[in-house]
């Protein structure tokens, strides 16, 4: 079956090693796009997300092997320019490829990646922004051709920050000719990573974790080795875990540098964090929690990403409080199933209330989408009772082997 089973009610102890970040694989791997040669991307999650990604580079002529956690990719025999419909439809992250591939090739079709429960997802910035460097691109309905014979530097001014159109304007501007400048643009930390390697393959960008990025068309980039960074996002949801649990747990790796609110905001709601240089030692119920409002917003604000996970979290913290999600018009999605295994949790608009002294029990509960998913595994990590979480899938997008993971740490769970 593509569920989890887990008997709840056991304190996590122990260590486990943060994989490599899903959100920073993803454009890398689209970036190998623009080098004619072999990259090798080392520390790169084998998660489902980036198997799709894999496929997508495969399917237009690349070749891609993967060593364990290093995957080399040799673009040199890059043929196709249309994307099969349906590894573009599964990977939404597909949308990742178009700045890349019009920088390559000048040519690209596709079907629209689509949306998910989260959000509708739209990709109007991608284009509207992309137009603008001189592409052109006529909407076919399902999907769209995209065409450039040379893509041009120019000023973007962005109406609001978006991840994905940065990342994928980088991707464009880095072979185009003259200067390109993204602003605001995104900080997140997987857009820093995907400018350093970019750099390390001879690109000139200024400004990377500054919301004005200045990139300096070359004629040409070279292969290049580059290791993923932890998954900042993978980090917290095993934090929020060992909290909601009042367990004691070494995260290996954890990118504390890129964890700043989340870090805070577990302080704040009663987690003891003792800093290493290899990783933190989270203890999950040291004091009261004091924090009682948590709201989502661009780096370096609470991501996103971490939104669900935390709400199981304050929903266990003893103190009433309420999150604000501002990025996403749908991510409260999951709401409906926690508040079967007992979570008290009301939503308004885009504020969630939250009773701090719910009382999780087991339940049969389905995740819709992979934070969410992450959510409900914890959730029944600290519920009193055997949990089954159903659509398992989702959560393989993003987390590696996370029922062997949280077995070794002392979970009670299993694949079911
Ligand atoms: C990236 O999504 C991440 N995905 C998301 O992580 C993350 O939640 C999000 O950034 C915000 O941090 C990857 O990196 C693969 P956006 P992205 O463009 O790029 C709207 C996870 O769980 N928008 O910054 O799609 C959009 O609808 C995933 O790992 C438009 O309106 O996010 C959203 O409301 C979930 N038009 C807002 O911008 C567009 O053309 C910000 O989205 C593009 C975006």
Redesign the pocket.
Known sequence: MDAIRIYGGKRLSGQTTIQGS???S??ILAATLLISGTCEIENCPDIS?VYHMQRLLTSLGCKVEREGALVRVNTESLSECDMPSDSVGVM??S??LLGALLARTGYVCMENPG??V???????????MLRKMGVVIEETGTGFCAEAARLKGTVLQMP????????NLILAAVLAQGETVIEPA?R?P?IQALCEFLTGAGARIEGSGTDRLVIHGVEKLNPVRYRIPADR?VAGTYLCACMCTGGRVFLRDAPVHHMESVLETAALMGAAIEYDPEGIMVTGREHESTCHSITTG??PAF???MQSPFMVVMAMSGHDGRIEET???N?FRIVPELRKMGAGITVQGSTAYIDGNSRLHGAIVQAE???GGAALVVAALAAEGTCIVTNRHYID??YEDIVLSLRDLGADIELA
């Open positions: 899903k959100n920073a993803l454009p997300d939404r992250s949308i990742m949306g998910c989260i959000g509708a997802r739209p990709i109007d910035l991608h284009l509207r609001f920050v978006s991840v994905g159109v940065t990342e995104a997140e997987e996002i661009c780096y991501p996103t990403d990025v996403f018009e991510r989408e992979l934070r997008r993003g």
